[in-house]
């Protein structure tokens, strides 16, 4: 009997350690410290007194900027299918605006997203796209892993005969540091289902999102 407790103590402390040092939330004092730590690397003096504020508006814009991890993508997309008699056409939402972070730098990434799919009988509501957009772009990211999350979990939830998504996007990552190239911007795609099996599908949505923002994208 002496030997269990012994063993399963050592077990709690083998799960605590490594998952309070990689998944415990700091709390915003800490974040605060933390933004202090960076002005000083900078060469500042937080305590100056136009500092004083600055690490607590920091911390409130993070909330912001990263308000995408307190929500689940797909509870957004679950909320609002309705029937539709008979609607087979693809249904395109073009010029969907985002602000994200680069997950490389913490520097953000503006662009906009098109988002187009084929209904197999559900539709969601359109600003429920925005909305599944906005979810993702409010974490760290890159560009090619947004845009297939964007795209996977449309065609998770919502079933339909395929998925289009379209993400161009300027990187401030690119334009105020290292190479210092403004005006670039970055053109992402994934197509799923008859998007992607179907030329002739894929062409009406770029041709769509083309003539919306008149934009040249090739046709892939
Ligand atoms: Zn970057």
């Not at 520097?107 to 979810?135: F, M, N, T």
């Not at 300027?170 to 403004?182: E, F, I, Y």
Request: aromatic content about 6%; overall charge positive.
């Amino acid at each position: 009997m002496p030997t269990k407790p012994r063993t399963s103590a050592r077990r709690a402390v083998r799960r605590a350690t490594p998952s309070a040092s990689t998944t415990a939330r700091p709390s915003r004092a800490d974040a605060e410290d933390a933004v202090r730590t960076l002005i000083r690397w900078a060469g500042d003096d937080p305590t100056r007194e136009g500092l004083l504020e600055t690490p607590s508006r920091v911390v409130r814009s993070y909330e912001e900027f990263f308000a995408g991890y307190g929500h689940d993508p797909k509870l957004v997309l679950a909320r609002t299918f309705e029937e539709v008699d008979g609607y087979d056409e693809i249904i395109v939402l073009t010029d969907i605006r985002f602000e994200s972070h680069c997950e490389h730098h913490m520097v953000p990434i503006i662009g906009k997203a098109h988002i187009g799919y084929l209904p197999d009988r559900r539709v969601v509501g359109i600003s429920k796209l925005a909305r599944l957009v906005e979810v993702y772009a409010r974490r760290l990211q890159i560009q090619e892993k947004m845009t297939a999350q964007i795209a996977d979990a449309l065609q998770e939830v919502l079933k339909p005969r395929g998925v289009a998504v379209v993400v161009e996007a300027a990187h401030q990552c690119m334009t105020t540091r290292g190479v210092h190239k403004p005006g670039v911007s970055m053109v992402t795609s994934r197509m799923v289902g008859a998007f992607r099996s179907d030329a002739r599908t894929r062409r009406e949505f770029l041709s769509i999102i083309d003539m919306a923002g008149q934009r040249g994208i090739p046709n892939a």
